[in-house]
């Protein structure tokens, strides 16, 4: 459930900000549009960039034919790599714990 739609966690925590008479007019014809009052539309509204914000940093878009690209690299054997192996066949050099 995304927390924007969860109703049933009590708000315990306050958030003010400043803004300007032009702001505070168009936030309220965007509530009124939206049938909200301002409190549910700003609230809404601020998770719900918050969360894009987020998964923007998560979610990497790519054309169709570069997600088969990837989809094939993902899928095929993996390749020789002579300098890993050697890497990996060399002791650690931190104690182990």
Known sequence: MSIIKDTSIRKTERQEVRLT?????????????????ISDFIL???????????????VLPVSGEEFVWWEQLLESEPQANPG???????????PKD
């Open 84 to 94: 890993l192996d050697r890497l990996f066949s060399k002791p650690i050099s931190w």
């Open 44 to 58: 809404e509204n601020a998770v719900l960039a918050a969360e894009m914000t987020i998964l923007e940093q998560r």
């Open 21 to 37: 008479s032009a702001q505070k007019e168009l936030i309220t014809r965007g509530a009124a549009i939206s049938g909200k009052n």
